[in-house]
């Protein structure tokens, strides 16, 4: 297991790879009625295309659709096509092959899920507490119960029996109002966590369908048992106390449907529903937050499998009958994606073990344990750090206890790993028990790998290992701020700015067009945008830079996937946002606060004036949504918006940009906004610049920005020609950088830049996560600027792919691959004796605009050929390349 990149195919043929169905490799459960079948295409010919494909796809033994060949100049992969056929079958595999014309061919599948309201059986059941047996602790024992767990209830365990006919399919499809692991026969079904996954319930509940004909085909006697917990349902969720935070519901409850289908056509199907029995296990408690407790001298051997004697559990209580809030599940789900092996053990005070994994992430660890007579209890806390005297730190967890509890039974060799719990953590202090092995489980969505980034610098290397880290740690179902203390919340602008970093390291088309849907469900009436989505805190909404993801996501995601139905579902609410900000700030100018505002939020030292940052991203978000609409053609609207940006633009200016260049406030952030998004009049950007650049230069070549801020730092004074100062912030380890982070040894992106300092040793307890991403934004200047890989203004899907790197700093090489939706997009360069090589790839289709770097444009060579440029600027000599691999050399002096 690991996260990595895989590499395409090789060979000259066209060949088709990466297939996708609604941008998920083989997905299960597709609700769409019309899915997206789509791949990505690899030739190391140049000057690759594809100018016909054909896809054929085929269900229960016979074909469903093809789509013959379909020719012209736009069929190119990536966009993909729309299902033709007839219509789709719920709980059936349709297995699909698309065959490029000249080149090769290939086959994937995907497997629908309940397309049809009156199609579920089952109902939701959960526990009566009515029966609920007497639960007697073991008296040898004192429970490991704290204030904050005190409360926690056992999750259910439930099951059901019936003779199965042989069937030639069997599925099964769960949900649950609560987190589930489904188990057929005595197996764990599928390796999901934490399912369904989190999202709005109120309106949205997802299902996953499970294939366990394998399991269970053959027929015969047949038993289907589920654990329920509370998850985000039920349980602790933000800083809220339990009690307030059952903000979904007060009890979980179960959704299964088996649905097997027999030869002769038949099916049998069975729900959940009062014949379901249940009662409670080895788990004690499990709480997302807090942490898991089990006993495994309470197992009972075979209770998920025939035969067993279930006659002392109670029948389940049929709790809801209806399915309006059932979806099937869009994006990908959680899952162990890599185990980490402790590199360092040591022991600290009272009989305890630390642990260190070498890496913060988010997980749980699976613990072997030698030897524990029966009733030992075994106690592992889970801390980001270590305290100065090399115990572990847990103050900055605030209410999260990130503690499980394992009571052995006094077999020779116990294995313990909580389910319903995850935690964000490097480091394990384990008491109770010293003869053990653990090791760690990374835990997040499983989005598939998308690009990596890597160069001559050990610092720069660290700075990108720790984004993508902090990108899976808090990658769990939702795009969260952090995955250790009591919050684990989407915050809306922590995923905005951080997305363009997101989507060079993973394919998060999935993952974000399921985190949308949550979005717009959430927006209220007047139209503005919750800071958290999944909403759970009715009082927070309409902060500038939180809500404008409501424009920046869709409008980003259209950009690098280049499926427009992202902008079709989000126009009427990128649409309401913008009015809702027009219409209580009448003048445009932004200073009207309907909720919260955060400003540049853990800037450092100075203050940004909050009217700038708010207006700029109105100006932006305006824009936005006067693009979407003219890409769906409804010109009207768009140049409604189009005039609004105008507008707001206008009065920006007027209201703070003075005659010598200066913007009110005079911070890093406000000028990298106003130049980002275009609000400086342009006589005045030089001098903007200049007081941008004289601010840093005053500082010592320091940053000040915090979230909204920190990512334009790159783009922008690279954009001006000022690369040598981005590269200095970039390679700077004193107080504040992310070096400073790096140089204390963090393996994840800090929340603030003081999360830890010389002067103060630990940043303030009350928000002090060592694994927070927005300030890892930096990443998408890294893969866009440092490597160069990009897309021209106006390109979608990389139909027409930038390549311009930035040599520079103390950067001798940097390279960057990248799985475009059109396949492969790579650049490389390396400088080593007054020349400098650039190897670039482009995928078939793609037509690229590549900046040769060189301070001699005589000297540039492809292949050792001179090139025709297509314009030669200050510091690059520029060329327009079809696909295939490329090795261009050029003098560089510096
Ligand atoms: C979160 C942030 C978030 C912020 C908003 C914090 O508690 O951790 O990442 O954006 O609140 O103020």
Known sequence: MSWNLAEPPSGDTLTPYDLRCEHRATPLGVGATVPRLSWRLASDRRGAAQDAYRIRVHARGGPAWDSGWVEGQDVSAGYGADYGGAPLQSLTRYTWQIDVRGGGSATSWFDTG??????????????????????????????????????????RYFRRELDLPPATAVRVVASARGLYELRVNGSRVGDDELTPGWTDYRERVPYQVYDVTDLVGDGGPLCVGAILADGWWSGSLGWDSRRQAQHYGKRPELLVQIVAEHEDGSRTVVGTDGSWREST???????????????ARLERPGWDRPGFDDSSWAPARIVDTSHDVLVPTVAEPVQVTEDLVPVGVQPASGGRTIVDLGQNIAGRVRLVLRGAPAGTRVTLRHGEALDDGGGLYTDNLRSAEATDHYVAAGEPVETFEPRFT??????????????????GRALHSATPVAGEFSCSDDMVRRLMSN?????????????????????????????????????????????????????????????????????????????????????????????????????RDSLPSMRRWVDHVERHNP?????????????????AGVTTTREVMATAYFALSAG??????????????????????????AAFAAAFVSADGRITGDTQTGYLLALAHGLVPEPLVPAAVGHLVADLERRGRRLTTGFAGVGLLGPVLSAYGHQDLAYDLLHDDRYPSWGYSIK???????????????????????????NHYALGSVGEWLYGGVAGLGQEEGSVGYRRPLVRPLP???????????????????????????????????????????????????????????????????????????????????????
């Open 114 to 155: 309940v397309l049809h309201a009156d199609e579920w059986r089952a109902a939701w059941i959960g526990h009566d507490p009515e029966t609920e047996p007497p639960f007697e602790p073991p008296t040898d024992d004192r429970e490991p119960r704290s204030a904050r767990t005190a409360h926690l209830p056992a999750p």
């Open 281 to 295: 296990g080895p788990i004690r408690y499990a709480d997302l937050l807090m942490g898991e407790w089990y006993d």
């Open 422 to 439: 995850v935690h964000g953590f490097r480091y394990v202090e384990v008491s109770g028990h010293s003869d053990f092995d653990l090791v």
């Open 467 to 567: 984004i993508r880290w902090s990108q899976r740690d808090n990658f769990v179902s939702v795009p969260t701020d952090c995955p250790q203390r009591d919050e684990r919340l989407g915050w809306t602008a922590d995923a905005q700015v951080f997305l363009p970093t997101a989507c060079y390291n993973a394919d998060v088309a999935a993952f974000f067009t399921n985190w949308l849907a949550d979005l717009r469900c959430a927006q209220t009436a007047d139209g503005a945008v919750p800071d958290v989505v999944p909403h759970v805190m009715t009082e927070r909404h309409g902060a500038p830079g939180w809500g404008d993801a409501a424009t920046v996501v869709p409008w980003h995601l259209y950009r690098v996937y280049g499926d427009e139905r992202v902008l």
């Open 587 to 603: 003048d445009l100018i932004w200073r009207n606060k309907v909720g919260s505002h955060y400003g540049d939020w853990l800037q």
């Open 624 to 649: 936005l949504t006067a693009k979407a609409a003219a890409v769906l053609g409804l010109q009207d609207v768009a140049d409604r918006y189009a005039a609004l940006r105008e507008r707001i633009g």
């Open 744 to 770: 204390r040894g963090a393996t994840t992106i800090w929340e603030r830049w003081d999360g830890w300092t010389e002067e103060n040793g630990f940043g303030p307890v009350a928000m002090n996560s060592f």
């Open 808 to 894: 520079g700093g103390r950067l001798t090489w940097a390279s960057a691959s990248y799985d475009t939706p059109l396949g492969r997009l790579a650049s490389r360069w390396q400088i080593s004796g007054g020349e400098l090589t650039l190897e670039v790839q482009v995928p078939p289709g793609a037509h690229a605009t590549v900046h040769v770097p060189t301070t001699d444009p005589s000297s540039v060579r492809e292949s050792g050929t001179p090139i025709e440029p297509l314009e030669v600027t200050g510091s690059a000599v520029v060329c327009r390349i079809g696909s295939g691999r490329y090795t261009y050399t050029s003098t560089w002096e510096r």
